[in-house]
């Protein structure tokens, strides 16, 4: 269903809406949004909407900072939660231009558009399935956040434990009038840990319907007096919150998706494993998008289900890079060290990349690895040669700062701002006092 300025104007008047919000995405992922009136619509539309991005974290000097709102209008849609007879409000989510027209290259949308088009010059559109997972926590008398989780339920567990289905079945409503389709919602292993999975789309539609996921959780958990939060690791000792990125190449010219091949001994083509290889060989470069946070590396630890090896499987869950069961259309492989606090559009972008660049090298993949990596020892992960993934937010930017291609996918202007960004955060948090050293030193020393 193509969208066009008619068929958008007739929504307009359908659902009486009154205010458009104009969102963006910043170099974090934030999503940023100014507000018109529906009676300017034709201006949106024809991209003529300008604002500062001297104050937008990651965008423009404030000698240049005049930056216009391009709406993507497939994301035009109503916000179930505006809705009366006579009212609404509706939004677009924009990609960002220059002045003379040109793509803004500190837009984390143009960034993926790139990456998309790198695929598409071979031949190829990319497919990707993400799984956010998320905490509801109570908020206290003030509304604030507080560390108390909503629920103290476990995997799959159902109500009276889980009081948090009432709020999954209103998120999952509320998305569903936005357009999405859902596939599944349920309890997580964690205490007040919630995963609610939407269909797979071409990799600049799942980071358009990631960002407004993460919107909706929040705004629908607000209405129940809940704060969710995407944070990695809320909470120590419990599971931390992934992004599962399942992804795939789809061939355009055969209509078929291009990880199948129905004679190998694991149904998966020539292409598979170099892409399989290329993320292997380039997954330390890019942690720093994927698992952004000081926090993301209290996540990648053995024993919670998340991936601190590098090392793939068909089935291994302790494995950074999984085989789904699904074959034909629906083959697919799913990296699983991604975390909810990343910025979609650059984290599906590294993603992609680096298995498109283990397709241009025709990389071999390492065998895989099928045992419970989380119970080998020291000396077994050294005899069958499995790396670590790089363990602090310091050692993640160090690595993606090597070689050429952090820079090449993201461009000069992201990567230089993403790194000083990131080494900002990383030595904000070297130099503070946390509780943990008080606890631990205050009184013996
Ligand atoms: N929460 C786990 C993670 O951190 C994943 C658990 C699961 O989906 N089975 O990735
Ligand atoms: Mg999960
Ligand atoms: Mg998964």
């Given at each position: 269903?193509?969208?066009?300025?008619?068929?958008?104007?007739?929504?307009?008047?359908?659902?009486?809406?009154?205010?458009?919000?104009?969102?963006?995405?910043?170099?974090?992922?934030?999503?940023?949004?100014?507000?018109?009136?529906?009676?300017?619509?034709?201006?949106?539309?024809?991209?003529?909407?300008?604002?500062?991005?001297?104050?937008?974290?990651?965008?423009?000097?404030?000698?240049?900072?005049?930056?216009?709102?391009?709406?993507?209008?497939?994301?035009?849609?109503?916000?179930?939660?505006?809705?009366?007879?006579?009212?609404?409000?509706?939004?677009?989510?924009?990609?960002?231009?220059?002045?003379?027209?040109?793509?803004?290259?500190?837009?984390?949308?143009?960034?993926?558009?790139?990456t998309v088009k790198r695929a598409a010059d071979k031949g190829f559109s990319i497919s990707v399935g993400p799984e956010l997972e998320f905490f509801l926590f109570e908020t206290d008398a003030a509304g604030r956040p507080t560390q108390t989780t909503q629920d103290f339920g476990g995997y799959f567990e159902p109500s009276p434990h889980d009081f948090g289905e009432k709020v999954r079945t209103d998120i999952y409503k509320t998305l569903k009038q936005m357009g999405f389709i859902i596939e599944a919602s349920h309890h997580e292993v964690a205490i007040g840990q919630h995963e609610i999975n939407f269909k797979y789309a071409d990799a600049l539609g799942a980071a358009d319907l990631s960002t407004t996921f993460k919107w909706v959780v929040k705004t629908v958990a607000r209405k129940h007096g809940l704060h969710a939060s995407f944070m990695p690791k809320p909470i120590a000792g419990e599971n931390g919150s992934g992004m599962h990125t399942n992804i795939s190449l789809f061939d355009i010219e055969k209509q078929e998706n291009a990880f199948f091949d129905e004679t190998d001994k694991k149904q998966l083509s020539p292409l598979a494993y170099q892409f399989i290889a290329g993320m292997i060989d380039n997954v330390k470069n890019f942690v720093a998008v994927t698992n952004p946070l000081v926090n993301s590396y209290k996540r990648l630890v053995p024993g919670y289900e998340a991936p601190c090896y590098i090392a793939w499987s068909d089935s291994n869950r302790s494995a950074l890079i999984r085989i789904p069961a699904t074959r034909g259309a629906g083959t697919r492989v799913e990296i699983r060290c991604p975390d909810p606090s990343a910025n979609p559009y650059l984290a599906f972008a590294v993603v992609a990349a680096s298995g498109l660049d283990g397709i241009d090298r025709q990389l071999e993949v390492v065998d895989p690895v099928d045992a419970d990596i989380f119970?080998?020892?020291?000396?077994e992960l050294k005899e069958r040669q499995i790396d670590n993934l790089p363990s602090s937010l310091e050692a993640a930017i160090n690595a993606f700062e090597e070689g050429d291609f952090g820079r090449n996918t993201l461009g000069d202007h992201v990567f230089e701002e993403y790194v000083a960004a990131k080494r900002n955060e990383w030595d904000s948090f070297r130099t503070a006092v946390t509780g943990w050293e008080i606890e631990q030193y205050q009184t013996k020393f």
């Open positions: 269903d193509t969208k066009t300025l008619e068929s958008i104007q007739s929504e307009i008047s359908a659902h009486a809406v009154e205010l458009l919000h104009l969102q963006f995405i910043d170099i974090e992922g934030i999503m940023k949004h100014v507000t018109v009136t529906s009676a300017q619509v034709e201006d949106v539309v024809s991209g003529k909407i300008m604002f500062d991005g001297s104050s937008i974290k990651g965008f423009s000097p404030i000698n240049k900072s005049d930056l216009y709102l391009q709406p993507d209008l497939s994301t035009f849609c109503v916000m179930p939660w505006t809705k009366t007879e006579e009212y609404s409000e509706a939004r677009f989510i924009c990609s960002v231009k220059n002045p003379d027209g040109t793509d803004f290259a500190g837009d984390p949308r143009n960034v993926l558009k790139k119970a080998m020892d020291a000396a």
